[in-house]
């Protein structure tokens, strides 16, 4: 069994900073990509950032300039720091994990549980 489990969230005002750090536990064969997803109220779950097992990062064009996502292959962690956040930036922040449980296992896609972010103007 796997879990990935966030933490870091909280409220700042606008102009503040947050880091999200998120873990992944259990039997991990491998990971392939680890990223951030944010869900604000009445929206859709959006990407934020990705970074793939090769180093390649991936930014929305939102955040780019403010947020940088740092991964640590011998834990198993991803770290989102956020500067300059900006009321927009609300939203509920999810940690997303692409992993195999062994060499010919299927890739799961698993979630955390989430944490929320508050930029308060």
């Known amino acids: 069994q796997v879990q990935v489990v966030e933490s870091g969230g909280g409220l700042v005002q606008a102009g503040g900073s947050l880091r999200l750090s998120c873990a992944a536990s259990?039997?991990?064969?491998?990971?392939?990509?680890m990223g951030w997803y944010r869900q604000a109220p009445g929206k859709e779950r959006e990407l934020v950032a990705r970074?793939?097992?090769?180093?390649?990062?991936n930014y929305v064009d939102s955040v780019k300039g403010r947020f940088t996502i740092s991964r640590d292959n011998a834990k198993n962690t991803v770290s989102l720091q956020m500067n300059s956040l900006m009321p927009e930036d609300t939203a509920v922040y999810f940690c997303?994990?692409?992993?195999?449980?062994?060499?010919?296992?299927?890739?799961?896609?698993?979630w955390g549980q989430g944490t929320q972010v508050t930029v308060s103007s």
């Open positions: 997303n994990v692409d992993l195999t449980t062994s060499r010919d296992s299927p890739t799961f896609h698993i």
């Open positions: 259990g039997s991990i064969f491998s990971i392939n990509v």
């Open positions: 970074i793939i097992s090769g180093g390649n990062i």
